[in-house]
C-alpha cells in the first residue's frame, strides 16, 4: 500500500472503501503532504456513506407512529431528507463514512444510509452555511476535514481510470 498509484485508480478498486480507509489510516500515521494529497484525490472520486434524516411536521411523525406495520404512510406535509448533522464542541459538522463497518450499529439505527459520490457530499456541504466541516468515520479513527479542505477536494480533477 505504501506505493499505491492513486493516479491510476478504478471506480471498482474504491468501491468498497478500503482504499480511502487505509490512506485515512495512513496520514493519520503520517501526517506528511503526500499522504494528504493522495487521501485527497481518493477522497474526491470515492462514494462514501451519508447519514441522512428525514424531517417531517410533528403531526407527520406522530401519525407515521402510531401506524402499524405494513400500512402504507402518506405524507400530509413536506418531508424532506437531509444529511445528519451533528454538534460538536460548538462546531458543527456532517459525517462521512468510508464504509459500512465503520458505523456503530445503534447510530445506523437512527438514520437512513446513503451512498454518494463526493461530489454530492459537497454539494450538501455547500447548502449548509452552518457546516464547520466533515468528518471522515467519525465513531473510530476519525479524521476531521475543514471547509478549506473540503473546497480543495472538490476543485481536484478526478484520477479514474477507466478498466478494459
Request: hydrophobic share 45%; aromatic share 8%; no cysteine.
Amino acid at each position: 500500500m505504501a506505493d499505491m498509484e492513486t493516479k491510476n485508480l478504478s471506480r471498482e478498486k474504491l468501491e468498497d472503501g478500503s482504499v480511502l480507509l487505509l490512506l485515512k489510516e495512513r496520514f493519520q500515521d503520517d501526517m506528511t503532504e503526500d499522504n494528504l494529497v493522495e487521501l485527497m484525490r481518493v477522497l474526491r472520486d470515492s462514494v462514501v456513506i451519508l447519514p441522512m434524516q428525514v424531517l417531517m411536521s410533528a403531526a407527520d411523525a406522530e401519525r407515521m407512529r402510531l401506524y402499524e406495520e405494513n400500512m402504507k404512510f402518506v405524507a400530509e406535509n413536506e418531508v424532506q431528507v437531509v444529511p445528519a448533522v451533528s454538534e460538536l464542541e460548538g462546531e458543527k459538522y456532517m459525517f462521512i463514512f468510508s464504509q459500512a463497518e465503520q458505523i456503530p450499529v445503534e447510530y445506523s439505527e437512527s438514520v437512513t444510509l446513503m451512498r454518494a459520490p463526493y461530489e454530492k457530499v459537497y454539494q450538501y456541504f455547500m447548502e449548509d452555511e452552518s457546516l464547520s466541516g466533515i468528518l471522515l468515520d467519525p465513531f473510530t479513527e476519525n479524521l476531521e476535514l475543514p471547509a478549506e479542505l473540503i473546497h480543495a477536494i472538490a476543485r481536484m480533477d478526478s484520477h479514474l481510470v477507466d478498466e478494459a
